[in-house]
């Protein structure tokens, strides 16, 4: 009789695998649809291991690991989840007495999965078994190879009830992985992102959704499905100053099961702004993010009443806007024109000169002229983002 293995894998080694269709967990998330290609699939045929072709979903490592961290698994995490996790089994507290999660996440890390010993397919043994015998006498463990071998046998089993992300994302921090292909045999329909796994992004201004919507998807296409995004000035009904703080309090007020991030422009108005919510109690799925300070804001030229000079813009004049090319097709050189005091920060408040202009050919672009734009003010903008984020 036929029996059919579905796996969740990565290279040369299975992190999850069951040998009957029926409970398998759900991967979607760490695939995008256009991931969906031919993997083999592998078969039990009367105790005989045969392999074929059919429909799955293929993505790097590199790229997975991006997706984990978005779902909450990022590296420095994993510690203290394992650690939650043996802590669970209440009657083998004795066999993990002295055990380290950080010590077994960092020889996990260390890894190189194409020097695994491998075999074809470890047949009716359980995954538990497999790790323990693949996984845990490799080289890199030789440090705690004494505390392992001082294991119960019924001990194992509990490796293979470690969540695979847990492991997928321990791999991942190794380099030499992040080229190897995850590889899910699923044969569904793809499923999109549950909407309480991604981000509602909330901005200030109309443009500051657009411009982020179309970076992440130039710079981090493998996680730009984990965002949505809100103009005020589109979807909010109150226009005018101060709409976000409203729209802010109104939903700490009514509460949401969505994860949400409000961002304020770096200029005298945003600051204030965000400032303003410091004591606003709110619940951790609902974050604020103010645009990054960036060096090279330190030095910028700037027009005002006083003449021209070069300042430190960073908290006074950075929207959007600043972290576009401002050489891209232009010959001029770019300026902050600074504006009257604000009223309530007794601050100057400024804006980039001609924004616009550098706005309409950002929204221009076509992958044809990725190469000849600097993102790099974007980049570093979307690090910090996503920094934040995942902290």
């Known amino acids: 009789m036929e029996y059919e293995y579905l796996s969740l894998g990565v290279g040369k080694l299975e992190i999850e695998?069951?040998?009957y269709?029926?409970?398998?967990?759900?991967?979607?998330?760490?695939?995008?649809?256009?991931d969906k290609t031919d993997v083999l699939y592998y078969f039990d045929d009367d105790e005989v291991i045969k392999s074929r072709t059919g429909q799955g979903y293929s993505k790097s490592l590199?790229?997975?690991?991006?997706?984990?961290?978005?779902l909450g698994y990022s590296y420095r995490k994993l510690p203290p989840m394992l650690n939650e996790y043996f802590r669970s089994f209440s009657y083998q507290q004795e066999d993990f007495k002295g055990f380290s999660p950080k010590k077994f996440v960092e020889l996990l890390s260390a890894v190189d999965i194409n020097e695994i010993d491998w075999v074809e397919h470890e047949g009716d043994a359980?995954?538990?078994?497999?790790f323990s015998r693949r996984i845990l006498t490799l080289p890199q463990f030789e440090p705690i190879k004494s505390y392992l071998e001082a294991f119960s046998r019924s001990t194992h089993y509990i490796f293979e009830q470690i969540d695979p992300?847990?492991?997928?994302?321990?791999?991942?921090?190794?380099?030499?992985n992040r080229k190897l292909l995850v590889e899910w045999r699923k044969k569904d329909k793809f499923i999109d992102l549950d909407k309480y796994k991604t981000y509602l992004i909330v901005t200030e201004g109309p443009t500051d959704g657009v411009v982020l919507?179309?970076?992440l998807q130039i710079l981090r296409p493998e996680i730009a499905d984990f965002f949505d995004f809100i103009d005020m000035k589109e979807n909010y009904p109150f226009g005018g100053v101060g709409s976000m703080i409203k729209f802010f309090q109104g939903v700490t007020k009514i509460g949401t099961d969505r994860q949400m991030v409000f961002i304020f422009d770096n200029d005298t108005e945003g600051r204030y702004n965000f400032d303003r919510l410091n004591n606003v109690p709110h619940p951790i799925n609902m974050k604020k993010f103010v645009l990054s300070d960036l060096t090279e804001f330190q030095k910028f030229k700037t027009k005002g009443d006083h003449g021209d000079?070069?300042?430190?813009?960073?908290r006074r004049a950075v929207a959007i806007e600043m972290y576009l090319d401002h050489k891209y097709l232009f010959t001029h050189t770019p300026f902050v024109a600074w504006g009257g005091i604000h009223p309530s920060a007794q601050t100057l408040q400024g804006a980039l000169k001609s924004k616009t202009k550098y706005y309409d050919k950002f929204m221009s672009l076509e992958e044809q002229d990725y190469g000849s734009y600097?993102?790099?003010?974007?980049?570093k903008l979307l690090e910090h983002l996503l920094a934040d984020l995942t902290s």
Do not use: C
């Not at 997975?64 to 961290?69: F, G, I, K, T």
């Not at 359980?126 to 497999?130: A, L, R, V």
């Not at 000079?309 to 960073?314: R, S």
């Open 17 to 19: 695998w069951r040998k």
């Open 21 to 34: 269709i029926f409970g398998m967990d759900d991967h979607f998330a760490l695939f995008q649809p256009e």
């Open 62 to 70: 590199g790229d997975v690991r991006e997706r984990l961290n978005m």
């Open 126 to 130: 359980d995954y538990g078994e497999f």
């Open 165 to 176: 992300y847990i492991i997928l994302t321990a791999l991942a921090e190794n380099p030499k």
């Open 213 to 215: 919507k179309k970076v």
């Open 309 to 314: 000079a070069e300042e430190d813009v960073n």
């Open 374 to 379: 600097d993102f790099s003010k974007l980049n």
